[in-house]
């Protein structure tokens, strides 16, 4: 039983070393070549993403992209309403689950080379659920980082339209018409990804697109209820021949008074997010400095 533990453990550090050492070679290859990669264009990765990128630039280059259409259509839509349209790729979004999920079992394997279990006690079993927890984790942490993308790109979103609005507003109200104040709103707005959105508008009614048929598809990459309605309100603003300032100022006026109540609200669950860190580790403190001086003062009595 000895000899196959060692014999086991022997194979595992051996494959330990081996994917360690492929792995330096892959990530020197892979910063050798990033100069004249297809993602030289595209917007950089996460700290955490680039560390194991070589990863899924070797599962890119031995598998063979055959991605369902609607599989991959329903990727590039979550990608696109988390703004990351110009930071992966639906076939590269599918390695890097590939990548975390492979170093997940590396971990696993590390654990049983180095006899994890014994240090804690534990039995050998012990290494094998740490490995299929971690690739576990590695399996959920590329849709984890998707949806918090999402959530910060609607948020940057949310906090800038009202400005937009209000800017949007003035330069149809000073006798531009929406095309120009999109332009002007681009040029003196702040960056961020609205600005982004209003600039890929521009560029898709120069190259020939329907400035309605600009303004949808920016509501359905966006995949916000917000913005579908005020790309609705603008089309049917324009379709029904009324003042197209009027109707933004009010829809401005509204998400203003919106982000007013969302911040309300975060303000009124405050005390409610205080209750557990107040039960859990301020209160016990509280009540041990309280009851040591109490306490001692019994024991001297008694």
Same mark, same amino acid.
């Given at each position: 039983?000895?000899?196959?533990?060692?014999?086991?453990?022997?194979?595992?550090?051996?494959?330990?070393?081996?994917?360690?050492?492929?792995?330096?070679?892959?990530?020197?290859?892979?910063?050798?070549?990033?100069?004249?990669?297809?993602?030289?264009?595209?917007?950089?990765?996460?700290?955490?993403?680039?560390?194991?990128?070589?990863?899924?630039?070797?599962?890119?280059?031995?598998?063979?992209?055959?991605?369902?259409?609607?599989?991959?259509?329903?990727?590039?839509?979550?990608? %696109?309403?988390?703004?990351?349209?110009?930071?992966?790729?639906?076939?590269?979004f599918?390695?890097?689950?590939?990548?975390?999920?492979?170093?997940?079992?590396?971990?696993?394997?590390?654990?049983?080379?180095?006899?994890v279990?014994?240090?804690?006690?534990?039995?050998?079993?012990?290494?094998?659920?740490?490995?299929?927890?971690?690739?576990?984790?590695?399996?959920?942490?590329? %849709?984890?980082?998707?949806?918090?993308?999402?959530?910060?790109?609607?948020?940057?979103v949310?906090r800038?339209?009202?400005?937009?609005?209000?800017?949007?507003?003035?330069?149809?109200?000073?006798?531009?018409?929406?095309?120009?104040?999109?332009?002007?709103?681009?040029?003196?707005?702040?960056?961020?990804?609205?600005?982004?959105?209003?600039?890929?508008?521009?560029?898709?009614?120069?190259?020939?697109?329907?400035?309605?048929?600009?303004?949808?598809?920016?509501?359905?990459?966006? %995949?916000?209820?917000?913005?579908?309605?005020l790309?609705?309100?603008?089309?049917?603003?324009?379709?029904?021949?009324a003042?197209?300032?009027?109707?933004?100022?009010?829809?401005a006026?509204?998400?203003?008074?919106?982000?007013?109540?969302?911040?309300?609200?975060?303000?009124?669950?405050?005390?409610?997010?205080?209750?557990?860190?107040?039960?859990?580790?301020?209160?016990?403190?509280?009540?041990?400095?309280?009851?040591?001086?109490?306490i001692?003062?019994?024991?001297?009595?008694?």
């Open positions: 039983m000895n000899e196959l533990t060692l014999a086991f453990a022997t194979a595992c550090v051996s494959l330990t070393v081996a994917m360690i050492a492929w792995y330096i070679w892959q990530y020197v290859q892979n910063l050798t070549l990033a100069r004249m990669s297809e993602r030289g264009h595209m917007d950089p990765l996460p700290p955490l993403v680039k560390i194991i990128w070589p990863f899924v630039a070797y599962y890119m280059r031995i598998m063979p992209q055959r991605s369902a259409e609607k599989k991959h259509s329903l990727l590039q839509a979550r990608i %696109d309403a988390a703004g990351l349209h110009y930071t992966i790729k639906p076939e590269e599918i390695g890097l689950r590939f990548a975390a999920v492979t170093i997940g079992i590396l971990v696993g394997l590390m654990c049983c080379a180095c006899k279990n014994s240090v804690i006690n534990m039995p050998f079993a012990f290494n094998i659920l740490v490995g299929i927890a971690f690739a576990g984790i590695g399996f959920i942490y590329p %849709d984890s980082w998707l949806s918090g993308a999402k959530k910060k790109y609607t948020r940057q949310m800038s339209l009202p400005g937009y609005l209000d800017m949007i507003t003035m330069c149809c109200e000073a006798g531009l018409n929406l095309n120009g104040a999109l332009q002007q709103a681009v040029n003196k707005g702040q960056p961020g990804p609205l600005r982004t959105e209003f600039e890929r508008v521009l560029r898709e009614i120069r190259a020939g697109v329907v400035r309605t048929e600009a303004l949808r598809n920016m509501a359905e990459r966006m %995949d916000n209820a917000v913005i579908t309605n790309v609705s309100n603008i089309i049917q603003s324009e379709l029904m021949g003042s197209l300032a009027t109707t933004l100022r009010s829809i006026d509204l998400r203003r008074m919106e982000r007013f109540q969302v911040a309300e609200k975060a303000a009124m669950e405050a005390p409610v997010k205080m209750i557990f860190p107040l039960v859990m580790f301020i209160f016990p403190v509280t009540f041990m400095i309280i009851a040591f001086p109490l001692m003062k019994a024991r001297e009595v008694l």
